[in-house]
């Protein structure tokens, strides 16, 4: 059996697959995102330890004993700051946080090949203008930094005592040479930093350690390998078998991403496409991020007195696909994709005495949908062709707003076993390389499929207006919207 651990944002999954590739057992365990200041989106390392350990304890105890490779995945670009006794020296800042703007562009100052080297413009949710930003404005924290680490690799540190990441979560620093897969010192050296803050960098099937005796024993797993894993997205990838060139899939957890694997590094950087490291060796990937999906459902079921997110899209299908004039822009963290704008926010427009809490419920499926669209039209415009994608992620689960989604996105979506848990099951897949040895076009197919949406040419019709009034509202409420 693999294990496949997820530090993902709303909580941890842990998937345990059998050597035939089925999942045999998988839990979850929540965590909640501290925002004690506008644009700040923290959580406390330690409750990534504590979630991480309730998640594998939910395991039952036969198949937790029967694992032999563990994998890790995780919410990507945190900055955790570790002290010279390797402890927390503040709350990591996550990869929706939009303080760092004004030291996006001090950080493209200081490092003029930085978009050459990285492949990417310098956006505050990537970790180095964060670490900028402490230097400005936490002097003694940044003083006393010893070493920085991405959210998994801070938990790969307490299940294994090493200090190393793997390339497609170490590209999203800004502080990777992405063509080259090693750390760019020229690009640390803009943010004050050295080779010595790092972790090694690993790719993401390279076993990284073994598990720690005392991490066994609480854990009920053997003291077994753990692997370099990958970003959430790259595994998710490695999950639904996104791992050849042109294979895309789309993610619906906390943040929607689009992302398409290519089989060599191609930067374009403008309209704030991002370009990374695939965590398979030889395979790199472009994709659009949008900072709230997921998030905005669970948003708009607190304020509507939902049960929760199946609650929700049960009201919405109740109001049904473009039932009313409501626009909903989902920018309620900011936006990456396309816009690359920290401070916008979320808006509801062309409400009426017929706005229901049901419409409103609607109207947030669409907007989701219609930014998702924009990654789209942005990866197309920078000669990035998608037919299909492959749906991961907890919003995976709703049939339903998989058809506003194809409808709005205009391509086919296929829902494939475990998608909803993409990324810890493309962990557990790399530990499973790592350790029986295979082939990535092997042990990292696309799963059976579920089912598949193709769009509705009536839905994609009556979507049309409203997608097109979408379009239009951004550069018109921005310099209000801030
Ligand atoms: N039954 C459901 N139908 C659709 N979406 C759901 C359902 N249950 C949970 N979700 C959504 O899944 C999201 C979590 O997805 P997940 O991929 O685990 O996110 P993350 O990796 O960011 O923690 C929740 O925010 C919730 O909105
Ligand atoms: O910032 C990005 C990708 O660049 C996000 O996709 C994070 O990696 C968070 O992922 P989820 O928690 O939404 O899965």
Redesign the pocket.
Known sequence: MFLGI?I???GVKAVVLDEHGTVVAQSTAALTVQRPQPLWSEQDPEAWWSATTAAVQAIPPAVRRAVRGVGIA????GATLLGADDAPLRPAIL??DGRSFAECEALEQAAPGLRRISGNIAMP?FTAPKLLWVRDHEPALFAATRTVLLPKDYVRLRMTGEKASDMSDAA?TLWLDTGARAWSEELLAATGLTLDHMPRVVEGTDITGTLRDAVAELWGVPAVPVVGGA???AA?AAGVGVVQDGDALL?L?????IFVATDGFRPNPARAV?A?CHCLPGLWHQ?S?H?S???CIDWVARLTGAAGAADLFARAEAAGPASGPELFLPYLSGE?TPHNDAEVRGAFLRLDNDTTPEKLAQSVLEGVAFALGDGLDVLREAGTQVERLSVI?GGARSRYWGETLAAALGVELVYLKGGEVG?ALGAARLAQLAVDGGTPAEVCAAPPVSHSIAPDPELVDRLAPKRAAFRDAYPRITPRNH
């Open positions: 997820d993902g944002t709303s995780g919410q990507m670009h990869w929706n949710g999203g970003g959430d997205n998710g993610s957890g906390t943040s929607g991403v991002h990374f994709m991020v900072l999906a997921a998030a990456r992620g990324p």
